[in-house]
Structure formats: structure tokens, C-alpha cells
């Protein structure tokens, strides 16, 4: 499967399917690191009664901030 596209940007693949839907149980995500070790898991973002993933973008002079639910 290739991971990026003709222009660069990253492909990620779709993880609503009809077996995800049905499962009964819920993986959450309780521990990410970037590569200098800082744990990306934050309270600044909560998805239900987890904390989300927070991650700190940037493009040109502009910053921001991007939450991921920390769950499937």
C-alpha cells in the first residue's frame, strides 16, 4: 500500500468499516510519543471522558494545534 500520493500528502485509509461499527469493544489510546519523547496525549482535548491526542502543526508563519480522538 503506498503511504503517500502523487503530491505529497499522506494517504490514510478509512477506518469506518461495517466490522469496526459492530465490535463491542473500543481500543483507547492511553500513551503517544514523538520522537523527542514528549507524551502527545493531552487534557486540553477530550473525547468523551478520554483525552485527546494533541499535536502542534505549522505552515509558513502560521501554528496550530490539531486534536485526535484517542479512540477506534
Do not use: Q, W
Request: one cysteine or more.
Amino acid at each position: 500500500m503506498k503511504r503517500f500520493d502523487e503530491k505529497g500528502m499522506m494517504i490514510i485509509p478509512n477506518p469506518i468499516k461495517e466490522e469496526a461499527v459492530k465490535a463491542e469493544k473500543v481500543l483507547v489510546v492511553k500513551e503517544v510519543y514523538c520522537p523527542r519523547g514528549h507524551n502527545l496525549v493531552s487534557g486540553r482535548a477530550i473525547f468523551g471522558k478520554y483525552p485527546g491526542i494533541l499535536l502542534k502543526v505549522k505552515k509558513g508563519n502560521a501554528t496550530g494545534f490539531v486534536a485526535l480522538s484517542p479512540n477506534s
